[in-house]
Protein backbone atom coordinates (compact mmCIF):
# COMPACT_ATOMS: atom_id res chain seq x y z
CA UNK A 1 0.00 0.00 0.00
CA UNK A 2 0.79 3.48 -0.43
CA UNK A 3 2.17 6.06 2.59
CA UNK A 4 1.16 6.28 6.00
CA UNK A 5 -2.49 7.54 6.03
CA UNK A 6 -3.87 10.48 8.93
CA UNK A 7 -7.02 9.18 9.89
CA UNK A 8 -9.38 11.56 11.72
CA UNK A 9 -12.61 11.07 13.88
CA UNK A 10 -14.79 13.87 14.91
CA UNK A 11 -18.33 14.84 15.70
CA UNK A 12 -19.78 16.55 19.06
CA UNK A 13 -20.03 15.94 22.34
CA UNK A 14 -21.10 11.74 22.88
CA UNK A 15 -21.45 10.78 19.05
CA UNK A 16 -19.44 7.66 19.66
CA UNK A 17 -15.82 8.49 18.50
CA UNK A 18 -14.04 6.85 20.90
CA UNK A 19 -16.36 3.75 20.67
CA UNK A 20 -15.87 3.47 17.15
CA UNK A 21 -11.94 3.94 16.98
CA UNK A 22 -11.99 0.81 18.28
CA UNK A 23 -13.71 -0.69 15.38
CA UNK A 24 -11.60 1.00 12.63
CA UNK A 25 -8.65 -0.12 14.90
CA UNK A 26 -9.97 -3.78 13.78
CA UNK A 27 -10.08 -2.81 10.53
CA UNK A 28 -7.04 -1.58 10.13
CA UNK A 29 -5.41 -4.63 11.99
CA UNK A 30 -7.79 -7.23 9.23
CA UNK A 31 -5.27 -5.45 6.63
CA UNK A 32 -2.24 -5.50 8.49
CA UNK A 33 -1.64 -1.77 8.68
CA UNK A 34 0.65 -0.63 11.59
CA UNK A 35 -0.69 2.57 13.29
CA UNK A 36 -0.76 4.68 16.43
CA UNK A 37 -4.32 5.76 17.92
CA UNK A 38 -4.33 8.88 19.82
CA UNK A 39 -6.23 11.87 20.72
CA UNK A 40 -6.44 15.86 20.34
CA UNK A 41 -6.65 17.69 22.41
CA UNK A 42 -3.53 15.25 24.28
CA UNK A 43 -1.75 12.76 22.97
CA UNK A 44 1.20 14.02 24.50
CA UNK A 45 1.87 14.16 28.15
CA UNK A 46 2.41 18.02 27.90
CA UNK A 47 -0.47 17.97 25.48
CA UNK A 48 -2.96 15.76 28.15
CA UNK A 49 -1.82 18.35 30.47
CA UNK A 50 -3.23 21.18 28.34
CA UNK A 51 -6.00 18.96 27.96
CA UNK A 52 -6.74 19.32 32.04
CA UNK A 53 -6.71 22.72 31.69
CA UNK A 54 -9.07 23.24 28.81
CA UNK A 55 -11.59 20.43 29.88
CA UNK A 56 -11.15 20.95 33.95
CA UNK A 57 -13.80 23.56 35.80
CA UNK A 58 -10.74 25.66 37.00
CA UNK A 59 -10.70 28.19 34.47
CA UNK A 60 -14.58 28.39 33.30
CA UNK A 61 -13.66 32.32 32.62
CA UNK A 62 -10.81 31.61 29.62
CA UNK A 63 -10.95 33.81 27.13
CA UNK A 64 -12.00 32.54 23.35
CA UNK A 65 -8.06 33.19 22.25
CA UNK A 66 -6.89 31.67 25.50
CA UNK A 67 -8.46 28.72 24.42
CA UNK A 68 -7.64 28.68 20.50
CA UNK A 69 -4.26 28.88 21.26
CA UNK A 70 -4.19 26.33 23.85
CA UNK A 71 -5.65 23.99 21.29
CA UNK A 72 -3.02 25.04 19.54
CA UNK A 73 -0.13 24.46 21.88
CA UNK A 74 -1.14 21.21 22.58
CA UNK A 75 -1.33 20.54 18.67
CA UNK A 76 1.68 21.50 17.78
CA UNK A 77 3.36 19.34 20.85
CA UNK A 78 1.41 16.71 19.40
CA UNK A 79 2.26 16.56 16.08
CA UNK A 80 6.19 17.08 16.80
CA UNK A 81 6.16 14.21 19.20
CA UNK A 82 3.43 11.80 17.50
CA UNK A 83 2.02 12.17 14.47
CA UNK A 84 4.75 13.52 12.14
CA UNK A 85 7.21 10.76 13.52
CA UNK A 86 4.48 7.96 13.58
CA UNK A 87 3.59 9.18 9.48
CA UNK A 88 7.52 9.01 8.91
CA UNK A 89 8.31 5.61 10.86
CA UNK A 90 5.40 4.69 7.74
CA UNK A 91 2.22 4.29 10.62
CA UNK A 92 -0.96 5.15 10.47
CA UNK A 93 -2.13 7.80 12.45
CA UNK A 94 -5.80 6.91 14.12
CA UNK A 95 -6.93 10.61 15.65
CA UNK A 96 -10.26 11.09 17.89
CA UNK A 97 -10.58 15.33 17.02
CA UNK A 98 -7.98 17.22 15.34
CA UNK A 99 -8.06 20.41 13.62
CA UNK A 100 -11.81 20.34 12.38
CA UNK A 101 -12.99 20.30 15.61
CA UNK A 102 -11.13 23.62 16.21
CA UNK A 103 -13.05 25.25 13.43
CA UNK A 104 -16.35 23.54 15.09
CA UNK A 105 -16.09 24.24 18.54
CA UNK A 106 -13.82 27.50 18.45
CA UNK A 107 -15.09 29.08 14.99
CA UNK A 108 -18.69 27.69 14.95
CA UNK A 109 -19.24 27.29 18.52
CA UNK A 110 -17.50 30.51 19.97
CA UNK A 111 -17.56 32.65 17.03
CA UNK A 112 -13.93 32.99 16.52
CA UNK A 113 -13.16 34.01 12.30
CA UNK A 114 -12.15 31.15 10.51
CA UNK A 115 -9.62 32.87 8.79
CA UNK A 116 -7.61 33.63 11.95
CA UNK A 117 -7.66 30.02 12.73
CA UNK A 118 -6.43 28.92 9.24
CA UNK A 119 -3.24 31.54 9.87
CA UNK A 120 -2.53 29.05 13.03
CA UNK A 121 -3.62 26.10 10.71
CA UNK A 122 -0.35 26.90 8.41
CA UNK A 123 1.66 28.11 10.99
CA UNK A 124 1.21 24.93 13.61
CA UNK A 125 0.69 22.09 10.81
CA UNK A 126 2.95 23.47 7.67
CA UNK A 127 1.40 21.04 5.00
CA UNK A 128 -0.04 18.23 7.24
CA UNK A 129 -3.47 17.88 6.63
CA UNK A 130 -5.47 14.30 7.59
CA UNK A 131 -5.84 12.04 4.33
CA UNK A 132 -9.32 11.20 5.66
CA UNK A 133 -11.86 12.51 8.09
CA UNK A 134 -15.12 10.43 9.32
CA UNK A 135 -17.46 12.77 10.62
CA UNK A 136 -20.13 11.21 13.11
CA UNK A 137 -23.07 13.26 13.04
CA UNK A 138 -26.26 13.35 15.07
CA UNK A 139 -28.36 15.62 16.49
CA UNK A 140 -27.52 16.88 19.74
CA UNK A 141 -29.78 15.83 21.86
CA UNK A 142 -28.63 12.49 20.81
CA UNK A 143 -24.90 12.99 21.22
CA UNK A 144 -25.32 14.74 25.31
CA UNK A 145 -27.81 12.11 26.05
CA UNK A 146 -25.12 9.64 25.75
CA UNK A 147 -22.44 11.57 26.70
CA UNK A 148 -24.37 12.38 29.71
CA UNK A 149 -24.86 8.48 30.95
CA UNK A 150 -21.02 8.03 30.82
CA UNK A 151 -19.51 11.03 32.87
CA UNK A 152 -19.74 14.58 34.60
CA UNK A 153 -19.96 17.24 32.13
CA UNK A 154 -16.52 18.73 31.30
CA UNK A 155 -15.99 22.41 30.68
CA UNK A 156 -16.93 22.36 26.92
CA UNK A 157 -20.16 19.73 27.48
CA UNK A 158 -21.65 22.77 30.35
CA UNK A 159 -22.47 24.54 27.45
CA UNK A 160 -26.20 25.09 26.32
CA UNK A 161 -27.65 23.69 23.20
CA UNK A 162 -27.29 26.90 21.09
CA UNK A 163 -23.68 26.21 21.41
CA UNK A 164 -23.60 22.61 19.78
CA UNK A 165 -26.09 23.56 17.32
CA UNK A 166 -23.68 25.98 16.07
CA UNK A 167 -20.63 23.19 16.18
CA UNK A 168 -22.77 20.92 14.43
CA UNK A 169 -23.59 23.40 11.65
CA UNK A 170 -19.79 24.09 11.45
CA UNK A 171 -19.24 21.12 11.05
CA UNK A 172 -21.47 20.02 8.35
CA UNK A 173 -20.35 23.10 6.23
CA UNK A 174 -17.00 21.52 6.63
CA UNK A 175 -18.05 18.70 5.20
CA UNK A 176 -20.05 19.96 2.66
CA UNK A 177 -17.03 22.57 1.54
CA UNK A 178 -14.43 19.57 1.54
CA UNK A 179 -16.76 16.50 0.56
CA UNK A 180 -13.61 14.61 -0.44
CA UNK A 181 -11.70 14.13 2.60
CA UNK A 182 -14.42 14.71 5.49
CA UNK A 183 -17.28 11.83 4.78
CA UNK A 184 -20.30 12.05 7.11
CA UNK A 185 -21.68 9.33 9.08
CA UNK A 186 -25.35 9.34 9.78
CA UNK A 187 -24.66 8.42 13.81
CA UNK A 188 -27.95 8.74 14.95
CA UNK A 189 -28.50 5.15 14.43
CA UNK A 190 -28.09 1.93 16.47
CA UNK A 191 -24.06 1.12 16.69
CA UNK A 192 -24.44 -1.76 14.12
CA UNK A 193 -25.59 0.56 11.36
CA UNK A 194 -22.90 3.38 12.48
CA UNK A 195 -20.06 0.33 11.86
CA UNK A 196 -21.42 -0.33 8.42
CA UNK A 197 -21.46 2.85 7.11
CA UNK A 198 -17.98 3.32 8.42
CA UNK A 199 -16.81 -0.24 6.88
CA UNK A 200 -18.16 1.13 3.78
CA UNK A 201 -16.06 4.63 3.90
CA UNK A 202 -13.34 2.38 5.11
CA UNK A 203 -13.17 -0.02 2.06
CA UNK A 204 -13.58 2.96 -0.47
CA UNK A 205 -10.60 4.55 0.73
CA UNK A 206 -8.87 1.65 0.83
CA UNK A 207 -9.51 1.00 -2.61
CA UNK A 208 -9.01 4.27 -3.43
CA UNK A 209 -5.09 4.03 -2.23
CA UNK A 210 -5.13 0.65 -4.01
CA UNK A 211 -6.24 2.19 -7.08
CA UNK A 212 -3.37 5.15 -7.45
N1 LIG B 1 -12.18 20.55 21.47
C1 LIG B 1 -11.28 19.64 20.98
C2 LIG B 1 -12.20 21.85 21.00
O1 LIG B 1 -13.00 22.67 21.47
N2 LIG B 1 -11.31 22.23 20.03
C3 LIG B 1 -10.37 21.37 19.53
O2 LIG B 1 -9.56 21.77 18.67
C4 LIG B 1 -10.36 20.02 20.02
C5 LIG B 1 -9.36 19.04 19.48
C6 LIG B 1 -12.65 17.07 23.89
C7 LIG B 1 -13.35 18.41 24.01
O3 LIG B 1 -12.48 19.38 23.50
C8 LIG B 1 -13.14 20.14 22.51
C9 LIG B 1 -14.25 19.28 22.01
C10 LIG B 1 -14.63 18.44 23.21
O4 LIG B 1 -15.60 19.14 23.94
P1 LIG B 1 -13.47 14.65 23.93
O5 LIG B 1 -13.40 13.77 25.10
O6 LIG B 1 -12.58 14.37 22.81
O7 LIG B 1 -13.35 16.11 24.50
O8 LIG B 1 -14.88 14.75 23.25
P2 LIG B 1 -16.25 14.22 23.67
O9 LIG B 1 -17.18 14.46 22.55
O10 LIG B 1 -16.60 14.78 25.00
O11 LIG B 1 -15.95 12.70 23.71
P3 LIG B 1 -16.85 11.70 24.32
O12 LIG B 1 -15.93 10.60 24.75
O13 LIG B 1 -17.77 12.29 25.32
O14 LIG B 1 -17.79 11.27 23.15
P4 LIG B 1 -17.59 10.25 22.02
O15 LIG B 1 -16.22 9.71 22.02
O16 LIG B 1 -18.09 10.83 20.77
O17 LIG B 1 -18.63 9.12 22.44
P5 LIG B 1 -18.37 7.69 23.06
O18 LIG B 1 -17.85 6.78 22.05
O19 LIG B 1 -17.69 7.83 24.34
O20 LIG B 1 -19.90 7.29 23.30
C11 LIG B 1 -20.69 7.89 24.30
C12 LIG B 1 -21.69 6.84 24.82
O21 LIG B 1 -22.64 6.54 23.81
C13 LIG B 1 -22.65 5.14 23.52
C14 LIG B 1 -21.30 4.62 24.02
O22 LIG B 1 -21.41 3.27 24.39
C15 LIG B 1 -21.04 5.52 25.22
O23 LIG B 1 -21.71 5.03 26.35
N3 LIG B 1 -22.83 5.02 22.08
C16 LIG B 1 -23.99 4.66 21.50
N4 LIG B 1 -25.17 4.32 22.03
C17 LIG B 1 -26.17 4.01 21.13
N5 LIG B 1 -26.02 4.04 19.79
C18 LIG B 1 -24.85 4.37 19.24
N6 LIG B 1 -24.72 4.41 17.90
C19 LIG B 1 -23.77 4.70 20.11
N7 LIG B 1 -22.48 5.10 19.90
C20 LIG B 1 -21.93 5.30 21.10
Redesign the pocket.
Given at each position: MTKAQFITLE???????????EYIESLLRDKAIDYVVT???GGTDLGEQL?EL??GHQHTGMADDT?LLM??A??AEHLDKVIKPALARGQWVLC????D??Y???GG?RGIDPLRIKILEDYVQGDCRPDLTLL?D?PIEI?RE??G???AP????KEQAAFFNKVRAAYLQRASDDSKRIKVID?????D??KLQIDHQMQSFFNHLNSN
Open positions: GSEGVGKTTNLREPRLLEMFARDRFTATAYQGLAGRAKRSDRFEASLELAV
